[in-house]
């Protein structure tokens, strides 16, 4: 069975400090891997995805990055954090372009 | 680009009652419509889910409708129990990207 572990669970971070953010599937070989920000209230909005190791798609501009260093870890990160990075973060993968994704259980980022 | 638009923002029902959410989406190019729910303090879950050739599926309580023709979809629960009560999410799915609805947050009372 395929597993799905974000780490961090929590972390609080000052503004203009660095972040990085870890997502690894287990069990599925070249997964489809998405990157999303949960914001307080619910809206799920797409930050990356990947297909294959080494390539990232940017789906919006957040002062944010992302990178897919082996097939099966999606890794989010930042130089400098800003106050509007805080939220819940959620790694997600998929067997293809065409089904549902499967979510980890998040990291809530609080930046102070 | 896409945009989905979920409504309510939120229900309270009793327990037993059936309940509706209802959503939008702007794109023609989205073919797959997966639907999620999010308990507090668990994992967005998969639920259901619809293709563009599709118009109902049904899956023990919860029934699917898409019209493709309004680009709307519905979702019908029916014998609601509080074990239902969550955040539900619709989506629209077109090849590597995902847009989510804002959410509707069931809550269904004993």
């Known amino acids: 069975a395929q597993t799905i572990h974000q780490w961090p669970v929590a972390e609080i971070k000052a503004v203009g400090s660095p972040l990085s953010l870890g997502c690894t599937i287990k069990?599925?070989?070249?997964?489809?891997l998405y990157w999303y920000w949960q914001a307080t209230g619910g809206t799920l909005q797409q930050l990356f995805y990947?297909?294959?190791?080494?390539?990232v798609e940017s789906v919006v501009q957040l002062n944010l990055s992302a990178s897919r260093p082996k097939d099966d870890q999606f890794i989010l990160s930042t130089e400098k954090l800003l106050l509007s990075h805080s939220g819940f973060y959620l790694c997600?993968?998929?067997?293809?372009?065409?089904?549902?994704?499967?979510f980890g259980s998040g990291t809530r980022l609080t930046v102070l | 680009g896409e945009q989905v638009e979920q409504l309510p923002s939120s229900l309270i029902v009793q327990e037993g009652a059936s309940v509706l959410i209802n959503c939008s989406y702007t794109d023609s190019a989205s073919v797959y419509f997966p639907w999620y729910k999010q308990e507090p303090g668990k994992r967005l879950q998969f639920i259901i889910d619809i293709r563009s050739n599709m118009e109902r599926k049904q899956n023990q309580r919860l029934t699917l409708l898409f019209d493709k023709k309004t680009k709307h979809l519905s979702l019908h629960i029916t014998a609601t129990q509080p074990g239902d009560s969550a955040i539900y999410f619709c989506?629209?799915?077109?090849?590597?990207?995902?847009?989510f609805g804002d959410g509707t947050q069931l809550v269904v009372k004993p």
């Open positions: 069990g599925k070989s070249s997964p489809n």
């Open positions: 997600a993968w998929s067997p293809t372009r065409a089904e549902t994704l499967y």
């Open positions: 989506s629209a799915r077109n090849n590597n990207r995902i847009f």
């Open positions: 990947s297909i294959t190791v080494g390539q």
